[in-house]
């Protein structure tokens, strides 16, 4: 004979629901008729299901690291104020596909803010997806002949907000600039896009090597956008440790 939590168990296992410890669930609540008895046992699927969906966001959003606003040096960094970045951190920027773009040299935090917006649009519910332009540009040139890029790509295309960084460290092909239009013109009014660039837009057209696609993938990004021109020293040099400090 088995016990009436071992068929239940089983039960779990064959409908596909994960394992629920019942002594927990309905702990001192003895006196729940049948019907409060199903709503506890939904209402703890319910809460697993989404804490398993939130981790697989998170994982899939593929963030190089969880930075977080409380963790930057304002003080360090005074081309860009706290109450801005605040203000910017309800996220509610995303709902209308605005973009935002983080410009200026190595260092100053460009990353580190774009990474702990998008941290914040994870804790609030939106698909986050990270990808450094290079990356980006890998994925656009594979996409006909790797599952994994098309995969990649369809999750980006479907995502609430995508971050590109480090935008205009190296000079792209035309076929590559190209490939950066289509994504950035497909991406507009529909997605949000964070992007880190150390060039000024001044400078865009060195590294995407011809004007009037500079002018195109600017016209689209800039339409709705917050610009956050970044200056001063890098935190990286002067909050630099040695082996023997
Ligand atoms: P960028 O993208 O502009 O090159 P990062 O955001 O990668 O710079 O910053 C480099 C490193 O310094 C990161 O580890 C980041 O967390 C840290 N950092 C940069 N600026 C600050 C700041 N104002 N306060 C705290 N940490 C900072
Ligand atoms: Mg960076």
Same mark, same amino acid.
């Given at each position: ?62 963030? /190089?690291?969880?930075? *977080?606003?409380?963790?930057?040096? &304002? %003080? @360090?960094?005074?081309?860009? =104020?706290?109450?801005?970045? #605040? ?83 190296? /000079?792209?092909?035309? *076929?590559?600039?190209?490939?950066? &239009? %289509? @994504?950035?013109?497909?991406? =507009?009014?529909?997605?949000? #896009? ?52």
């Amino acid at each position: 004979m088995t016990s009436a939590t071992d068929r239940i168990q089983n039960l779990l296992t064959d409908l596909r629901i994960p394992q629920i410890d019942f002594n927990t669930v309905f702990k001192n609540q003895n006196d729940l008729t049948p019907l409060e008895a199903v709503e506890r046992f939904l209402q703890e699927y319910q809460r697993i299901k989404i804490e398993k969906q939130n981790l697989i966001r998170r994982k899939r959003a593929a963030l /190089p690291a969880e930075k *977080t606003l409380q963790s930057f040096d &304002f %003080g @360090f960094q005074k081309s860009v =104020s706290k109450e801005q970045m #605040l203000r910017l951190s309800d996220m509610t920027w995303v709902d209308q596909a605005y973009n935002i773009c983080f410009l200026g040299p190595p260092g100053v935090g460009k990353t580190h803010l774009a990474l702990a917006l998008a941290v914040r649009g994870l804790d609030l519910g939106y698909t986050v997806a990270f990808e450094t332009l290079d990356n980006l540009i890998m994925l656009l040139k594979t996409l006909e002949i790797s599952k994994s890029s098309s995969r990649r790509m369809k999750f980006l295309r479907k995502a609430d907000l995508v971050i590109i960084d480090e935008v205009g460290f190296m /000079p792209l092909t035309p *076929t590559e600039a190209n490939l950066f &239009f %289509g @994504f950035v013109s497909g991406m =507009s009014e529909k997605t949000s #896009l964070i992007i880190t660039s150390n060039k000024g837009f001044d400078e865009w057209a060195d590294f995407l090597g011809d004007a009037t696609i500079t002018t195109a993938i600017l016209d689209r990004l800039i339409h709705h956008c917050e610009i956050i021109n970044m200056t001063g020293n890098s935190y990286r040099l002067e909050h630099h440790r040695s082996i023997t400090d």
